[in-house]
């Protein structure tokens, strides 16, 4: 694995551990001031708006955690991509409920500092269909 991979690695992580406790200022730094987030469909554009958005769908009392696996990163210069497994777990009466999981999507930068989120196209995975015959 090469650095790059690593430092990408780490941002995956950090925006997971960063959300989940709450420290949305350097969790929004995690982004570039002009990245995009694509949630079930809604656009949210900018750093700000980003973090904004997720401020108001993630307050206390309804975070949880998130967890991530199997992640392939694609690093080519100063650009990456990486896809990433998730689930969301939030505390419930009858213990740990899984909430969400999917697939994050991501396209990421190198600025002078560190790995950033371009866009992140979060994915849900969605409940199968029941077959004709029950």
């Known amino acids: ?8 690695r ?3 992580a950090e925006y997971c551990q960063l959300l989940d406790d709450g420290r949305f200022e350097q969790w929004a730094d995690l982004f570039t001031e ?3 987030l694509v949630l079930l469909g809604r656009v949210t554009t900018g750093r700000d708006a980003i ?3 997720m401020m108001g769908v993630q307050p ?3 975070r949880g955690l998130h967890m991530t696996a199997n992640s392939l990163v694609d690093a080519d210069g ?3 991509t990486a896809t990433t497994d998730y689930m969301f777990v939030r ?3 009858g213990g740990p409920a899984i909430i969400a999981a999917g697939h994050y999507h991501d396209r990421l930068v190198r600025d002078r500092t560190r790995w950033r989120f371009s866009e992140r196209e979060i994915t849900m ?6 077959s004709a015959d029950g």
């Not at 694995?1 to 990408?8: C, G, K, N, S």
């Not at 995975?125 to 029941?130: H, N, V």
């Open 34 to 36: 002009d990245a995009r």
């Open 60 to 62: 206390d009392g309804s």
């Open 91 to 93: 505390p419930s009466g």
């Open 78 to 80: 100063d650009s990456a």
């Open 1 to 8: 694995m090469t650095e790059d991979q690593d430092q990408i």
């Open 125 to 130: 995975l969605a409940a199968p269909e029941k």
């Open 51 to 53: 973090r904004d958005y």
């Open 10 to 12: 780490r941002t995956l």
